[in-house]
């Protein structure tokens, strides 16, 4: 993509308005937070320490909005607290210029650092360096100034009180996530009905994943109808699969695979009920069409062998999955994930922090870029006559992130919606002429505006954001004029810093895509070995290994698509992966991890014959899967011999197990597509012919192709 273009897409992402799911009455307890510390702050102490305690209430309840499965109530102590301990350090040394661009460049590079820890970490940090700027500028004396972090951390300490004493849909984002979930199983339901070979995205299921881990305390009072059912909806999504396979044995059309729609319809429409259950906290309204779809007993006349038993597993399942979203008065049994505290999560942050501090890493360029966007940011502020130059290096650290789509957008769109709030804000403030008390009230409703709107689009956002910032200045005695022409050109100055620091220090995502597929192979090749594995010693328990194989195949997936996504953005060329071979690689990897989910949902039980080649296969998938990333590393093509040597023997005899049998071979044929997505010209046309020696090789087997099932499941 060339800059022209590049810079053209992420302007229209940074002003597109999105129309999600708005939360008022939130919005309004955050406004009400901030209304009542700037009421009483303004009463009691005067315009100058109101405008203090603003910054902390408005910031504590903008981390409140984050998407954290922390408790609300931590989040707006943490971010009020480390505002605090900002605030004065700037003041401290706000005095002597040198020692403030000091405290400025490690107090910058350690908050782009903090992006190391997760996005919320990382926008508080930087709201934190933010507002350090502008209250380096109020006159005060060391004893004012902590007074006024106090009043700062106060602010954090009023949000999170309300957010205690006002709950709002508890367990709201949790209810979300588990309800998106069921959601995305629903759809897959549906999909198999047309394509029973479709592939599932597990993001969702990921996602639910990390909002079910809870602290102790929170343990003891999450609602019951949030345990168990994420489990349920794991287990539901591998026999929808083995259902819908026609490798299970039900034909493509017949009077069997129409039982099968049925069912799978039925299933979606349970599915759609339960997650609805979930995320109003009601009881789950099942339709009783899709209910007697289930129940009926002519499944088992119409159905037989693998498809029946899946038809009476999923009935189970699904009776199960109601049940457990249904709320009642029940104590929760069984175990739980259990989230760290703050405190132990520390040593981890750091050790990752540490992990980061290399030049190619994206998170330490990041934490260079914005260090030195802010320096002269703030250089630049106060060499220009303008006055308030703090407005430049602000809007670069607010705007600034570790990825190129971002931080162009974001400067855009900041630029934008500061243009529209101070050309509102300065028209009524021109008109009305509003005094202390009128400015604080108008700018509460700002920030009503931007806390309710803050989902919709950052253009928006800030466009409330520039309007409260000119009303708040105006409650502490400043005019519009001496505001709003600088805020406005340090602004676009700010923006024009943060995309100049990104061109000159990328860290641009396409050239690490092959890394990016080098480990989801890994993954998948250790998920499969584990897999296989298991068929040789059926025996041994093992449902956990398979698991935290599963896990961290899915964790490689979202790292792919996820970079993917950033590169497509990028004003870079491919530089070895194009779009086509990464699409295509992509789509053979699916294909592969589906085939060993397809063989994990028919493993064998612990007194089932053991099968010893198993083992030879298991070894052979994880050297060939580690050997072939380390050649997608090196910008090689990777090659299969060995474990095209050890399909090519077997048969009915040495291996009667068919999944594991057809399997095998749908696996190699999956990684033979990989070679030929990253194969171009002659090279193309090479893995093409080994491609068709290993088929002639192995045998075609029942339900060949890389969409094939081996005997059912699911991916």
Not at 13 to 41: C, D, H, I, K, Q
Not at 87 to 100: R, S
Not at 462 to 476: E, I, K
Request: glycine share 10%; aromatic share 6%.
């Amino acid at each position: 993509m060339s800059w022209l273009r590049a810079l053209k897409a992420t302007a229209r992402a940074g002003l597109t308005v999105e129309r999600p799911r708005l939360e008022p009455f939130v919005a309004l307890r955050g406004a009400a937070g901030l209304a009542l510390v700037v009421g009483v702050s303004l009463a009691l102490f005067g315009p100058a320490v109101a405008v203090s305690s603003a910054f902390g209430a408005f910031q504590a309840a903008i981390a409140t909005f984050q998407r954290s499965w922390r408790s609300r109530p931590t989040l707006a102590l943490v971010s009020g607290a480390t505002l605090a301990v900002s605030t004065f350090l700037g003041y401290l040394t706000g005095a002597h210029v040198l020692l403030f661009l000091l405290l400025l460049t490690v107090w910058t590079f350690l908050a782009g650092m903090a992006w190391s820890a997760g996005p919320t970490a990382g926008i508080i940090a930087s709201s934190n360096v933010a507002i350090m700027l502008v209250t380096v500028t109020l006159p005060t004396s060391v004893a004012e100034a902590a007074g006024h972090a106090a009043v700062i951390l106060a602010g954090g300490v009023v949000q999170a009180a309300l957010v205690v004493l006002v709950p709002i849909r508890r367990w709201g984002a949790q209810r979300d996530a588990l309800a998106d979930a069921l959601a995305a199983v629903a759809d897959y339901s549906r999909r198999l009905r047309q394509d029973p070979l479709a592939l599932f995205d597990p993001a969702p299921l990921m996602t639910a994943r990390s909002a079910a881990a809870v602290s102790r305390r929170q343990a003891r009072r999450r609602p019951a109808e949030l345990h168990g059912a994420r489990g349920l909806a794991e287990r539901i999504r591998p026999v929808l699969a083995s259902l819908a396979d026609p490798a299970v044995g039900v034909p493509a059309e017949g009077p069997e695979r129409d039982r099968v729609r049925e069912l799978l319809a039925a299933a979606a429409s349970v599915l759609d009920a339960a997650a609805r259950a979930v995320r109003q906290g009601s009881p789950a309204a099942v339709p009783a069409e899709a209910l007697a779809a289930l129940r009926t007993p002519d499944t088992g006349a119409i159905l037989s062998g693998p498809a029946r038993r899946a038809a009476v597993r999923l009935a189970a399942l699904l009776d199960d999955v109601v049940e457990a979203v249904t709320p009642d008065d029940r104590a929760e049994v069984g175990e739980v994930r259990e989230r760290p505290t703050l405190l132990q999560l520390a040593p981890g942050a750091l050790g990752r922090a540490r992990g980061e501090l290399r030049p190619a890493s994206p998170v330490f360029r990041h934490a260079v870029r914005v260090a030195a966007a802010a320096d002269l940011g703030y250089a630049i502020g106060a060499a220009l006559p303008l006055g308030h130059g703090y407005w430049a290096p602000m809007t670069a650290v607010m705007a600034m992130r570790p990825d190129f789509s971002q931080t162009y957008s974001r400067s855009v769109a900041r630029f934008c919606g500061t243009l529209v709030g101070v050309a509102v804000a300065t028209g009524v403030v021109q008109g009305a002429h509003p005094g202390p008390w009128g400015s604080a009230a108008l700018a509460v409703v700002c920030a009503f505006g931007m806390y309710l709107l803050m989902r919709t689009g950052y253009v928006a956002a800030q466009a409330c954001v520039g309007a409260y910032v000119v009303f708040l200045l105006g409650t502490g005695g400043q005019e519009w004029t001496q505001t709003v022409p600088e805020r406005v050109v340090l602004t676009l100055l700010g923006g024009v810093l943060a995309m100049v620091s990104y061109a000159v220090y990328p860290a641009w995502e396409t050239p690490r895509l092959r890394t990016r597929l080098a480990d989801w192979l890994a993954a998948d090749g250790r998920y499969a070995a584990c897999v296989a594995a298991h068929y040789a010693r059926p025996a041994c328990p093992a449902p956990e290994a398979v698991r935290e194989a599963l896990l961290g195949t899915r964790e490689a997936r979202v790292a792919w698509q996820d970079a993917l996504e950033r590169a497509a953005h990028e004003p870079v060329r491919h530089r070895g992966l194009s779009r086509t071979a990464a699409a295509d690689a992509e789509h053979a990897l699916g294909q592969f991890g589906r085939v060993a989910m397809l063989m994990e949902a028919h493993l064998p039980d612990r007194h089932t014959t053991a099968l010893p080649v198993a083992e030879n296969l298991a070894e052979s998938l994880r050297r060939a899967t580690e050997r072939g990333a380390r050649a997608i590393r090196e910008r090689r093509v990777p090659e299969w011999g060995e474990l095209r040597a050890t399909v090519a023997d077997w048969d009915r005899e040495s291996v009667p197990d068919p999944v594991l049998r057809n399997g095998a071979r749908l696996l190699l044929e999956a990684l033979d597509e990989l070679s030929e997505a990253l194969t171009d010209g002659e090279g193309r046309r090479d893995a093409g012919r080994r491609k068709g020696e290993g088929r002639k090789d192995a045998g075609p087997g029942p339900g060949a192709g890389p969409r094939s099932g081996p005997g059912g499941g699911a991916a």
